[in-house]
C-alpha cells in the first residue's frame, strides 16, 4: 500500500462550489504540507502543518483552508472553487530533522 | 517572486548524452538543495540532495554540482537513456523553516532512444 494516499484522484466541480482534498500518510511523519503544482510555475506551498495543533500558511493560501485531523491525516478545503484554482494538488510529509519530502499521487481539480 | 528559478523550461537529448539543468536561487539563508523527479501521474520523488558545506555530491549517473558563491547548482544527468524522461525540479530549503520546500519552475526532459 502506498504510504501517502490522496482523494480524490480526479475531481470537476464548478464555480462556487465547496471542495476537499484528503490526504493520509502511514510513514508516521509528524510535518504534512498541501502544494499545487501548475504549468511553468512549478510546486507552491499552499499550506503545512507540523502537528495536530500547528498550522502555518504558505506562500499561496487565499481561498484555501485545511485541517490536521489527526497525526495521519491533513485535508485541504477550497470553500468556494474558482477556476483559477484548477490545478494538480499534491500532499507532503516528512519526518522532523530530515529534508527529503514524500509525495501523495496528486489530485487533478478542474474548475469549471 | 520567485526564489529558485530553474533552467531550461524544457531538454531534449539523446540517448547517451548529457543533460545539465541549472538553477539559481536568492535567499542565502537556503542550507539544503534537493532536485526531484517527477514521472507523468506520478508524485515528484527525491532524486539527490546537497547541502551547502561541499561542491558536488555523485550517485550513480546523476551529480550535483554546487556554486555558493554563484548561487547556483545544477543537475547533471550522465549517459542519458529514455527512462530519464520526467520532469525535474530543483528545490531549496533552511533548517529554521521546517523543512519548507520552495520549488523551481521544472524541466520537462526527454531523452530520444
Known amino acids: 500500500d502506498a504510504d501517502v494516499t490522496q482523494t480524490p484522484r480526479n475531481r470537476i466541480t464548478k464555480t462556487g462550489k465547496r471542495i476537499m482534498l484528503e490526504c493520509s500518510q502511514t510513514?508516521?511523519?509528524?510535518?504534512m504540507y498541501w502544494y499545487r503544482q501548475d504549468p511553468g510555475l512549478g510546486l507552491r506551498l499552499i499550506y503545512y502543518?507540523?502537528?495536530?495543533?500547528?498550522?502555518n500558511k504558505g506562500e499561496i493560501s487565499d481561498g484555501y483552508s485545511v485541517s490536521r485531523q489527526a497525526q495521519a491525516k491533513f485535508s485541504l478545503s477550497l470553500e468556494s472553487a474558482i477556476p483559477n484554482q484548477t490545478a494538480l494538488y499534491f500532499c507532503?510529509?516528512?519526518?522532523?530533522?530530515?529534508?527529503?519530502?514524500?509525495f501523495g499521487p496528486g489530485t487533478r481539480l478542474t474548475v469549471l | 517572486q520567485q526564489q529558485v528559478k530553474q533552467s531550461p523550461q524544457s531538454l531534449i537529448v539523446q540517448k547517451g548524452g548529457i543533460s545539465i539543468i541549472n538553477c539559481a536561487y536568492e535567499?542565502?539563508?537556503?542550507?539544503?538543495f534537493p532536485w526531484y523527479q517527477q514521472f507523468p501521474g506520478k508524485g515528484p520523488a527525491l532524486l539527490i540532495a546537497?547541502?551547502?558545506?561541499?561542491s558536488e555530491k555523485k550517485e550513480g549517473r546523476f551529480t550535483i554540482s554546487f556554486n555558493k558563491s554563484a548561487k547556483q547548482f545544477s543537475l547533471h544527468i550522465m549517459d542519458s537513456q529514455p527512462g530519464d524522461s520526467a520532469t525535474y525540479f530543483c528545490?531549496?530549503?533552511?533548517?529554521?523553516?521546517?523543512?519548507?520546500?520552495?520549488f523551481g519552475e521544472g524541466t520537462q526532459l526527454t531523452v530520444n532512444p
Open positions: 507532503a510529509t516528512t519526518s522532523s530533522g530530515t529534508g527529503e519530502q514524500f
Open positions: 510513514k508516521g511523519h509528524d510535518r
Open positions: 502543518s507540523f502537528d495536530v495543533k500547528d498550522i
Open positions: 535567499n542565502t539563508a537556503f542550507d539544503y
Open positions: 546537497i547541502r551547502p558545506d561541499v
Open positions: 528545490a531549496a530549503s533552511m533548517e529554521t523553516s521546517g523543512s519548507r520546500l520552495t
